[in-house]
């Protein structure tokens, strides 16, 4: 941008050096070379890129300004802030120079501040929407622009004859209709600006849009052709040329397209071959799209419509092709020049405006001018609109033509033009200046500031972004193919039976030639919905990690929230469901200090969590390749990780969700245990696989299933290092586990304790809040979890013996024992609940003491003293409703995993 | 024959112009003037041969099992894609069955091209047919059936692991039906 932009400001020395640059030149012709100078001023060798950037800078700066405050720019659309801008910088310029600079130069508009702004808007137009309502664009853009071109011009004359505007004003027909064709053109720029921020519905903004991109062509038609008849004198005009002229229009604007799209087919095809050179796959886009342009320009054809065909017909290839870095690259760079060139433009626009040397009024042609397109311009959308609406489905109603006629912008592009103009043969240049000026001007600040009232008054149907989902999706492809096939039965040949056609050659010969073999699922709409669905759900699950994680009500968020996931915590599960699996922290766990919990469950996600890189990211030192294979692996398996923990854990909530809509849950704690005591009793019959009657065995054999379940995933993922992708699963797999045994209702309580704890839970266990944290299980688990559970166990029952305050985990001493004696030995004993506590496992008193004076009523111990024995029995034998159900679901769960 | 026709099922919904446009199609369609079409004669349009879903929307013209479609069966399905009209559905009486070219209509027709075996509900496995059907070859079969299984689960609201056709309305209820199941020719 920079570089291209750099005759942008081609400015006289004398003044630069007088306004911007006080200090003298130590290197002037009179003096003697110096000798060796510690220090040398060289302007001259900066002065115009040092400029360029420095106005950029300028007009960035002040876009920051503009939205400090957001009621400004709530209420001002930015174009008018910035024109606004401009005129005033221009003041000062004028003040301290005494004479105009930086103007809006026609060259450096044209070459390098519109093409950018056109790139972007083709690129990123939603092309769908765009042929959709494609007949209504070309018309609007092709006649609606003759049309305003032609009345205005002729409408002016009539005015100047009628002898409103002022003789000085030497004009005739033909002078007139070279100002009405340049006016007349809807600026894609200043509708961009003001449009984005007024959010009215898609076919409206397209529609308006769509215009004025595609009426580039037609107004530089007529205004080549005017300038060309004012320029050979009306006099000597043939009947010829003026069919000529009506050729060049098919020729420019046909021309141009063709052009674009031939840059665009070698645009996708070049980019087809990048596999190895990534880098350079942005440059490609902007060097091929900025290649259209000036190819267009150069034949003179339409190069608006070049660059916008260039980007609408290269975008699905090229976005198939390149990286998704690239892909973010193009965006962003596009958006940035984009953003960049506008902001110049309109300050510059403003800038220009001060400059009275080359501006001379006329009040008549100034507000007949500007009667005359506000009319015009309305009449022209309601005469076209009344006929479109005869093959419209969707008819155009009062209100959108009301802001269509009214979105009609005038702006740089119309500027530009005028300024082009030869003086010498047009000698009215100076008010059509002026008049330019003042039209752009009322069109964008009066215009631009009053059209969100408008559209907000009028009620104008809004655009409404919701999430694109694959039902949707789905359908929609569903919806075409059925249109598609009834109008082959019905024997008309319309827009879906051409669409389809379109689509079958695309599928079947351009995109085989145009895409990578690897792109091609990508190309596909649904996969491609499909799988930014599971990005997405993968970042905000990596965003919200813990309150996604901590919630066995676990919703996607891409999904349409649904109430019945309204649990959150495990905690809550547990109570609700009734499990005895808390033990004393179900009393106590009111008292928790919300600090204490939230670190804990920070230190359990982050152990849980995090991905542990095999290897360090490389530092890229080199320009040509970013080495992205190791990197990118590592992504993808975080992904694969994270999206494996999703699904399965999103499946066991699906089935959770059933059966807690179908039974509703009592509240109260104690009642929940009779519950379960019930439940026990009914339905004893068959204890699942993983769910064995002894808890503690149970846990080990959990412990065993998932290393095999490891395994297998390993292999059928053929990752290659398998050490840490063990890790990585047991984590996924300890959660599912966990999910899994909190939709049964049944959570063994050993299981519950954290792997690492936080020292606060070393110090004081109820205040860890353990129930959320069971889902966060260490990458250390599968050592660690049948010793701590063992002591957890132990430890719970010990507490019972002695009547103290809540257990202690004493992880360090205790991981490590040996987990497979203690397993052994286990089921021996295993209801036995005046089981005798180990000796080790005996409390210090200093932390029994300090865990009752933290557990705040002593009430609560005599209660929770009275439930133990309780909890311990049920869960020898607790069965849900749900233990069938969720066995099957850690079937089906395998399953989808093989 | 069109005037042969009751008025009110017919005319009521399409003008006589597009009738007897409809006609003479049926007409060209019907290839050994047999005054009835039958499957035959919907699949030798070459169009609808490449269409991924056309074996199933010639199926929906061939309702319980019928193996000839006469002019106005013919008629009754298409009436499904005429644009919804302007006037007040409030002057309408209740008691009169919905139009056709009602929102639930159309989105019935396009439920019944999924749930094949009629049983009210997209089960998972029909969804991985239709997906089959209009995902490119390029996509594998297990990533398919994780699409399927998400669609399924996406709109699956009750947990029954199918998509019934209320759940269909509710996750389609955004979309502009009206507009994207209609062909403006059938006015």
């Known amino acids: 941008m920079l570089c291209a932009a750099l005759p942008l400001l081609w400015l006289p020395l004398a003044g630069a050096a007088a306004t911007e640059e006080p200090t003298p030149e130590p290197g002037s012709p009179g003096e003697p070379p110096p000798g060796l100078a510690l220090f040398r001023w060289q302007w001259h060798e900066v002065e115009a890129p040092y400029l360029v950037a420095l106005w950029i800078l300028v007009a960035s700066l002040a876009k920051i300004v503009f939205h400090l405050s957001r009621k400004v720019t709530s209420l001002v659309p930015e174009s008018c802030l910035l024109i606004l801008l401009g005129l005033v910088l221009g003041g000062i310029v004028l003040a301290v120079a005494k004479k105009a600079e930086y103007q809006l130069e026609p060259g450096t508009f044209f070459l390098f501040l519109l093409p950018p702004i056109v790139l972007d808007s083709g690129y990123f137009m939603p092309s769908r929407l765009f042929f959709d309502n494609l007949g209504a664009i070309l018309t609007y853009a092709v006649v609606g622009t003759l049309w305003n071109a032609f009345t205005t011009g002729a409408a002016l004359w009539g005015l100047q004859q009628a002898g409103l505007v002022a003789p000085r004003v030497q004009a005739s027909l033909l002078d007139f209709l070279l100002f009405g064709s340049l006016i007349s053109a809807v600026d894609p720029v200043a509708v961009l600006a003001v449009f984005e921020e007024v959010h009215v519905n898609d076919t409206l903004f397209i529609i308006v849009f769509g215009e004025s991109l595609l009426n580039d062509a037609v107004t530089v038609v007529l205004y080549k052709v005017c300038n060309s008849f004012v320029e050979m004198g009306s006099a000597n005009v043939q009947a010829t040329d003026y069919l000529k002229g009506v050729a060049s229009l098919f020729v420019v604007s046909l021309g141009g397209a063709a052009v674009g799209l031939v840059f665009a087919f070698l645009l996708a095809l070049t980019t087809r071959f990048t596999k190895r050179v990534r880098i350079i796959e942005p440059l490609l886009v902007f060097l091929l799209a900025y290649a259209a342009y000036l190819t267009a320009e150069m034949a003179s054809l339409s190069a608006i419509l070049a660059v916008t065909m260039c980007g609408l017909g290269c975008k699905k290839y090229v976005e198939a092709n390149i990286s998704h870095k690239s892909r973010t690259a193009v965006k962003y760079t596009m958006k940035t020049l984009a953003s960049c060139a506008e902001t110049v433009i309109f300050m510059l626009l403003g800038i220009s405006a001060v400059d009275s040397s080359k501006w001379a009024w006329d009040s008549g042609l100034v507000l007949g001018t500007l009667f005359f397109i506000l009319f015009f311009r309305a009449l022209g959308v309601v005469l076209q609109t009344w006929v479109l609406n005869q093959f419209r489905l969707v008819p155009l109603d009062k209100i959108d033509q009301v802001v269509m006629s009214y979105g009609g912008l005038r702006g740089a592009v119309a500027f530009a033009l005028v300024i082009l103009l030869d003086k010498t043969k047009v000698p009215a240049k100076d008010y059509f200046v002026a008049t330019t000026i003042v039209v752009v001007f009322f069109t964008v600040i009066v215009q631009g500031l009053t059209i969100k009232p408008l559209v907000k008054w009028l009620k104008v149907k809004r655009s409404e972004h919701h999430k694109p989902t694959l039902n949707q999706e789905l359908h929609e492809h569903t919806f075409d193919h059925i249109l598609a096939a009834v109008e082959d039965v019905v024997g008309h040949h319309g827009y879906h039976y051409w669409r389809d056609r379109w689509e079958q050659f695309d599928k079947k010969y351009l995109s085989q030639l145009l895409m990578r073999r690897s792109a091609y699922r990508i190309r596909d709409q649904i996969w491609d919905v499909y799988y930014r669905l599971n990005i997405r759900d993968a970042i905000s699950f990596v965003d919200q990690g813990g309150h996604i994680l901590s919630s066995t009500g676990l919703t996607l968020p891409s999904m349409p929230s649904r109430n019945s996931m309204a649990e959150t915590s495990v905690t809550n599960l547990l109570r609700e469901s009734g499990s005895g699996a808390c033990l004393d922290l179900q009393v106590i766990d009111t008292v928790r200090s919300g600090r204490d919990r939230e670190d804990a469950v920070m230190h359990h996600l982050l152990c849980g969590g995090l991905y542990k890189p095999r290897r360090r990211y490389k530092a890229s030192c080199s320009r040509h390749f970013i080495s992205e294979d190791a990197q990118e692996r590592q992504d993808k398996e975080v992904f694969q990780q994270n999206m494996k923990r999703r699904l399965e854990s999103f499946k066991s909530t699906k089935h959770n969700i059933c059966f807690t809509k179908s039974k509703p849950r009592p509240r109260k704690t104690s009642r929940k245990k009779k519950d379960g005591l019930a439940n026990t009793e009914a339905t004893n019959g068959k204890p699942p696989r993983n769910l064995s009657v002894q808890d503690t065995a149970a846990v080990i054999l959990t412990v065993e299933s998932e290393e095999e379940e490891e395994s297998d995933s390993s292999e059928t993922e053929k990752e290659d290092d398998e050490g840490i992708i063990f890790v990585a699963r047991a984590t996924s797999e300890v959660l599912q586990e966990v999910k899994v045994s909190g939709s049964l209702e049944v959570c063994p309580s050993p299981r519950i304790i954290p792997p690492s704890p936080t020292c606060a839970e070393k110090e004081l266990p109820w205040k860890s809040g353990q129930g959320d944290l069971a889902v966060y299980v260490s990458s250390e688990t599968t050592k660690i979890v049948p010793v701590d559970m063992q002591t957890g166990w132990n430890q719970s029952i010990s507490s019972l013996e002695s009547l103290a305050s809540p257990p202690c985990t004493q992880a360090p001493t205790v991981t490590r024992l040996p987990p497979c004696p203690l397993a052994a030995e286990e089921p021996q004993h295993p209801f036995n609940l005046p089981y005798d506590p180990r000796p080790s496992f005996a409390f210090p008193p200093s932390l029994a003491k300090a865990g009752r004076s933290r557990s705040e009523s002593s009430a609560d111990i005599p209660q929770q003293q009275e439930l133990q024995p309780l909890m311990g029995y049920e869960d020898r034998t607790h069965l849900s409703p749900g233990t069938a159900n969720s066995h099957w679901c850690i079937q089906f769960n395998k399953g989808s995993r093989l | ?187």
């Open chain 2, 1 to 187: 024959m069109i005037r042969s026709e009751p008025p009110a099922l017919l005319t009521g919904s399409f003008s006589q112009a597009s009738l007897l446009r409809l006609y003479h199609r049926f007409r060209a369609l019907d290839r050994n003037k047999k005054g009835y079409l039958s499957r035959m004669d919907l699949q030798q349009i070459g169009a609808l041969a490449v269409n991924p879903l056309g074996e199933r929307i010639i199926d929906s013209f061939f309702p319980d099992g019928n193996l000839r479609l006469d002019f106005p069966g013919f008629v009754r399905v298409l009436a499904h894609f005429r644009p919804i009209d302007d006037e007040d559905p409030g002057i309408r009486d209740p008691k009169e069955p919905e139009p056709l070219n009602s929102r639930m209509n159309k989105l019935r027709f396009a439920f019944q091209l999924y749930d094949l075996d009629r049983d009210g509900k997209i089960s998972r496995h029909e969804m991985l047919q239709v997906l089959r059907l209009m995902v490119g070859v390029q996509v594998t079969e297990e990533q398919l059936e994780s699409i399927a299984d998400r669609t399924v689960q996406e709109a699956d609201e009750d947990g029954d692991g199918a998509v019934s056709f209320l759940e269909f309305t509710k996750s389609l209820e955004k979309m502009d039906i009206e507009q994207k199941m209609s062909i403006r020719i059938l006015k």
